[in-house]
Structure formats: C-alpha cells, structure tokens
T-cell receptor, first 112, second 113 residues
Framework: SQKIEQNSEALNIQEGKTATLTCNYT??????LQWYRQDPGRGPVFLLL?????KEKRKERLKVTFDTTLKQSLFHITASQPADSATYLC???????????FGTGTKLQVIP | DADVTQTPRNRITKTGKRIMLECSQT?????MYWYRQDPGLGLRLIYY???????NKGEISDGYSVSRQAQAKFSLSLESAIPNQTALYFC????????????FGSGTRLTVV
C-alpha cells in the first residue's frame, strides 16, 4: 500500500542553524511533491512544489530536493528563526490522480 | 476576506444530529476538497470535486455527503453524527492545472458528544 513517512519525532534546532526535514514515500510514483507549513489549529499553507524532473527547488531560505530513485524529498530551512517553528507536511501527488496525499508532518521547534 | 472561508469555526453537536459544514472560495478555482485531520493520522481526503458536476469520494467518505452548489461553494454534511467524527475539518481549493499548491481554509473544529 502507499505510504508516506515523515519523522514523527519533533525536530529541535538552534536558531541560525539549518533545519532538514525528511519525507520518504513507498508505492508512489509522484509526478510532483509539495511541502506545506501548518501552525496549530490553522490550515496548511503551501510553500513549495518540486517536479519529478527537478532535483532541487529554492525559495528564499527554503530548499527542497527530490530523489525519485531513493523515493525521498528533503526540506531545508537555512538560517532558521523561531518564527519557523511549525509542523511541515509533505504531499506527493497520487500517481495518475490529480490530487495529493499528505504525510503526518514533522514538528519543527527553533530554539532562540 | 479570506480566500477560502469555512463556517462554522467551531461546533459541538450531539450524536445522531445532522450537521453541515460550509466552504466558500474567492480564488476562482474549479477544484475543491474536504479533508479531516486527526492527531497522528494527518489529513485524510473525504470528498473532492473537480468542477460543479464532478463529485468524487475520497479515502474516508463513509458517513459523509457533499454538495457543490456553485463553483465557489462546496458543503460537507454529516447525516447522523457520531463521536468518531470529532475532528478538525478543512476545505481546500486548487487550480485545474495540476502541480499548483492547495489553498486551505482555517478549518472547522467539530466535536460530537
């Protein structure tokens, strides 16, 4: 069955360091993968999309990589700030379907 | 005004009651979705609609129904609410061109007692 794995353990990181979050998937062949940020009690907010033919995508302090051989995406936040503290969700698209499936997310805590 | 508006924000209802959650959007998107979120289970798709005449079941549609009244409006109904439908419900929209991100509403926190 299809499965998305994100580290369920919270990631604590010192302010100014680079945070790296991992998303592994099995039994998917996504054409693209999205990353979202979610704050407690709020709806997810779209951050970045990376396509299968792209190795890396950047947006300001954010960087996403996509390795279709390893079936893995990495999400990096450089120069992390306390305001980056949130839960981050990855969402590969579901094969041929034009919709995505969400992972359970990794909670990031940036410590001042 | 928010791009995707959900009402109500919070609702407590009794077992067996019928309840409707409403969603409206000003994005002009054709595609709309209903998700529920439970701790540890993430977001799970209940129903989705790619246009006004297209309604599809998601992975957990049992116990739910939807209505797409217009391009901008997509409502979710619980015909007879049960306690395990207690969750945070989100409506989302997306553009037709796949590969764009979803825009989510602020959610409805539903408690069934």
């Amino acid at each position: 069955s299809q499965k998305i794995e994100q580290n369920s353990e919270a990631l604590n990181i010192q302010e100014g360091k680079t945070a790296t979050l991992t998303c592994n998937y099995t039994n998917y062949s996504p054409a693209y993968l999205q990353w979202y940020r979610q704050d407690p009690g709020r709806g997810p907010v779209f951050l970045l999309l990376i396509r299968e033919n792209e190795k890396e995508k950047r947006k300001e302090r954010l960087k996403v990589t996509f390795d279709t051989t390893l079936k893995q995406s990495l999400f990096h936040i450089t120069a992390s700030q306390p305001a980056d503290s949130a839960t981050y969700l990855c969402a590969p698209n579901s094969g041929g379907y034009q919709k995505v499936t969400f992972g359970t997310g990794t909670k990031l805590q940036v410590i001042p | 005004d928010a791009d995707v508006t959900q009402t109500p924000r919070n609702r407590i209802t009794k077992t067996g009651k019928r309840i409707m959650l409403e969603c409206s959007q000003t994005k002009g998107h054709d595609r709309m979705y209903w998700y529920r979120q439970d701790p540890g289970l993430g977001l799970r798709l209940i129903y989705y609609s790619f246009d006004v005449k297209d309604i599809n079941k998601g992975e957990i549609s049992d116990g739910y129904s939807v209505s797409r009244q217009a391009q901008a409006k997509f409502s979710l109904s619980l015909e007879s609410a049960i306690p395990n439908q207690t969750a945070l419900y989100f409506c989302a929209t997306s553009e037709q061109d796949r590969g764009h991100g979803y825009t989510f509403g602020s959610g409805t926190r539903l408690t069934v007692v």
